[in-house]
């Protein structure tokens, strides 16, 4: 006869953070790693292929924007995939899509409709990524430090693999031309045999799917000191599921007003992130900056944007204020970017795009953290995808906006405007959204569809 019944959802917010939860927050960094490296590297190879392809402004807005179609598809499809056939599979697939047709971009990319369209099936795979291992993590992270801990699992490794396009497009393209930014992000294949062996089932799906055993062997992995708890405990775990459309879910009366915030607030902040780093290098020498310090914006960006999400996750974990702290954010950094438009100097171009890279991608690495927060269990990683696919729009017509708006104006001013005002407004529509606590009480599996199911002790 069980002992007592545990409660899936406390035992995994109450762990404390271990050799387990380290193990996890690095496969997930070495993944996003490799999904920012990705991301970031297009606006080092405009420098290269513009003159060459004949490129205006407004096409090499669409050679950035290319991969974020992809990845607007990878997003939206995945978390529905995800929910029914479980996180690792997924993540495993989306690794291999991405390393594949990164190796053919360094390859076989020779104009810029070949370019695009090997960018755009590698984004197929970096949609899966980001969202994915942001929704994993959330499902593991101890309650007080979960911004925290996601963040250091997540954010830090996206911010380094931006951070390592930069330093590759500063020290790699001018001696082995461009393609040197695909040659090394297809390293990408060499995590695939260290995934397959490491990255256990999130526990939670486990929990919908009803695999007590699982569940039990990977929490006496997390808390080891109940490892004989575990053995006779009944464990809560959800009914069998049935075909849902999760996407009307997050559509429901209690999530309707939530959502549409945080797709419209997204997609403005991923229009200013994209607009504002695919073309920094650009527009920086434009300004009078060096070649090397201009390709070395889009490297500071990326290293603030993760001190900016630790101190804002931090500062979430302790006072819960996440709405309000968020648009703060987001409007700082709006200011930031509306300074260049009326002051260009060397010192304004390095504090304002650091200030940038703190504030608007530091809060969308937190904002990514409430959607996971916002969401039951059963259709979390289809409201994270969904969150990163429409932002991905904003992603989309971000470069292409900022482009067009230079070859029109013939000034990166418009550019300026644009993005700084859209990070205000991103500010104020996340005000509307609902606290994440009053979505969600718990998640799924704490609620009325839970059974307890006794298991004999072994």
Known sequence: MAAHAIDLHEELAEAKVGKFHWRLGAIMGLLTLFDGYDTFNPAYVIHYVAKPWGLQAGQAGLLISSGLVGFLLGAAIHGIIADRLGRRGTLLGGLWITSIFTLLTATSADSFLSFCILRILTGIGLGVLLPLATTYINELAPRRVANTFALWGVALGWALGGTLAGVAGVFA????????????????????????????????????QGRTSEIRDMLT?????????????????????????????????KYRRTTFAIWASAFLSLFCIFGLS??????????????????????????????????????????????????????????????????????????????????????????????????????????????????????????????????????????FVSIGICAIAAGGIILLARRPASAPASSLEETAGLRKVAQPAS
């Open 221 to 253: 992995k997390l808390r080891p000191e109940r490892a004989n708890v575990y053995k006779s405990a009944e464990i809560a775990v959800g009914e069998s599921e049935k075909p849902v459309n999760s996407v009307a879910t997050l559509l429901q009366a």
């Open 278 to 415: 695919g073309w920094i290098p650009t527009v920086m020498m434009q300004r009078g900056e060096t070649f090397a310090a201009s390709f070395g914006f889009g490297a500071l960006m990326q290293i603030m944007s993760f001190v900016g999400a630790l101190v804002l996750g931090h500062l979430l974990d302790r006072s819960g204020s996440s709405r309000g702290l968020i648009a703060t954010w987001w409007a700082i950094g709006g200011v930031a970017v509306l300074s260049l438009v009326v002051m260009n100097d060397h010192i304004v171009n390095i504090t304002s795009v650091a200030a940038a890279g703190f504030f608007i991608i530091g809060a969308q690495f937190v904002l990514n953290n409430f959607t996971a927060a916002s969401y039951e269990t059963g259709v979390r990683a289809t409201a994270v995808g969904m969150e990163l696919g429409v932002a991905r729009v904003g992603a989309i017509l971000g470069p292409f906006v900022a482009g067009a708006l230079q070859q029109i104006y013939q000034s990166p001013t418009p550019m």
């Open 173 to 208: 393209t001018p001696v082995f031309g461009w393609t040197s930014l695909y040659w090394i992000g297809s390293l990408s294949f060499l995590l695939l045999p260290f995934m397959r062996l490491m990255l256990p089932e999130s526990p939670k799906f486990l929990a919908l």
